[in-house]
Every structure is written in structure tokens, then in C-alpha cells.
């Protein structure tokens, strides 16, 4: 079965411009959480959705960072504009319900320069 | 509040050495899931292990062998004979099962160097 999937695996971009990483779920998943990492923080939770419902995102940093869940078997992350303390790498993770295991896709490195 | 510390940020070893990865957890549920995930160099989150708070029984996977003991919230991490393939940064996680949702909130890592 196939993991989870993002895309891109790498970015670059540079400050002001809009960046958007997008996620397929495991399939059959209800669960979709984006993270991000970062060497001064370590992995923190944005947002994750339920049954592509936003639950929770109080861990989105500020304005400039969007997420939306259009179908079950699809995310997006914007950032808009993008600012050099975005670089970070972030991964989406699928679980089948709310309360079982994550597991995490490979992850998204992007530099904005 | 929830929390988890990894106290060890670097650990290394010579191969074929044991090695224990430490893990304590704050949390004022009673009931709450812990897990561990090892992110090898490629840079991906491999899940390794569950465990809920009822179970305290030992668990062992192979080379791989979890100690959960609830009196000292700990939940370490012990890999025998270790190999170079083991290298990689580990992670000790909780979620409260009160949460609507699985939130995990994340040790700091430890990251293990198993040198041949």
C-alpha cells in the first residue's frame, strides 16, 4: 500500500512568494495532520483535519499559513508570502481515525531564501 | 500541559553495544498513548510503537525492546546489539486521549551515532 505522499520533496523559493505543499493521505484515512520542524523548535503540530474538517489549528503560526482538505484523499499548505523563518521542513501525517497512529509522509524542505 | 524529555540529545556507540534511549513524559490524563518514531538520516518519520497507558508490559520487537514503567513516567527505548543501520534520530511522543483529536506532542530527540 502506498504511504503518505507530498510533494514537493524540495523547495526553494525566495521571500514574498507564495508557497503551497500538498499531501495525499493513506487511502481509507479520516485523519490528516500537518507538521513542521525545525532545529529551534523540533516538530511542532499546525493544523489537522478530520473527515476533511479543520479541528484544530491553533498551532498555525500566523495569517500567512492556510490549510484546506478539499477531499478526503487531498491537502494543501500555502504559505502566502513567505518569509526566511518558514524554512522548515513539513511533514503531513494520515491515521485512520482521530485517535490511532500517524504515520508521516517523507516530508517537504523548503527554504525560502 | 503535556510534555516530553529526552534528556540524551546525542548518543554514540560502537556497533554491536547496547544502547538505552531515554523517555519521561508529563500529563495529567489517565489516559494517554506513547509512541516512539526513528527519523534516519533520509529524513522521513518511521512509526516504531504504541502503547496506551493501561498496558505496562514490556514489549520487544527483535533487536528493539520498550520499558514502560508508569511510577517514574518513563517510557525508554533499548536497541541490543546495535548496527549502523540503527543511526538515526529518535523521537518519544504522548497523546492524551482526552484530546479531540490524536495530538502528539514530541520529545526533543535523541539522536543515536552507531559507529562500525
Known amino acids: 500500500d502506498a504511504g503518505v505522499i507530498q510533494s514537493p520533496r524540495h523547495e526553494v523559493t525566495e521571500m514574498g512568494q507564495e508557497v503551497t505543499l500538498r499531501c495525499k493521505p493513506i487511502?481509507?484515512?479520516?485523519?490528516l495532520f500537518w507538521y513542521r520542524q525545525t532545529m529551534m523548535r523540533g516538530l511542532e503540530l499546525l493544523i489537522y483535519?478530520?473527515?476533511?474538517?479543520?479541528?484544530?489549528d491553533s498551532g498555525m503560526p500566523e495569517d500567512r499559513f492556510s490549510a484546506k482538505m478539499p477531499n478526503a484523499s487531498f491537502s494543501t499548505l500555502k504559505i502566502q508570502p513567505s518569509e526566511p523563518r518558514d524554512s522548515a521542513v513539513y511533514f503531513c501525517?494520515?491515521?485512520?481515525?482521530?485517535?490511532?497512529?500517524?504515520?508521516f509522509g517523507p516530508g517537504t524542505r523548503l527554504l525560502v531564501l | 500541559a503535556q510534555k516530553v524529555t529526552q534528556a540524551q540529545t546525542e548518543i554514540s556507540v560502537v556497533e554491536k553495544e547496547d544502547v538505552t534511549l531515554d523517555c519521561v513524559y508529563e500529563?495529567?490524563?489517565?489516559?494517554?498513548?506513547l509512541f516512539w518514531y526513528k527519523q534516519p538520516p533520509s529524513g522521513e518519520l518511521v512509526f516504531l510503537i504504541r502503547?496506551?497507558?493501561?498496558?505496562?508490559q514490556n514489549e520487544i520487537s527483535g533487536r528493539y525492546s520498550w520499558n514502560f514503567q508508569k511510577s517514574t513516567s518513563s517510557f525508554n527505548f533499548t536497541i541490543t546489539a546495535s548496527q549502523v543501520v540503527d543511526s538515526a534520530v529518535y523521537f518519544c511522543?504522548?497523546?492524551?486521549?482526552?484530546?479531540?483529536?490524536?495530538?502528539?506532542?514530541f520529545g526533543g530527540g535523541t539522536r543515536l551515532m552507531v559507529k562500525p
Open positions: 501525517a494520515s491515521s485512520l481515525t482521530s485517535k490511532e497512529t500517524q504515520y
Open positions: 500529563t495529567r490524563d489517565t489516559t494517554y498513548y
Open positions: 502503547r496506551n497507558s493501561f498496558d505496562e
Open positions: 487511502s481509507g484515512h479520516n485523519s
Open positions: 511522543a504522548l497523546s492524551e486521549f482526552g484530546n479531540a483529536g490524536n495530538m502528539l506532542t
Open positions: 483535519f478530520n473527515n476533511n474538517v479543520p479541528i484544530d
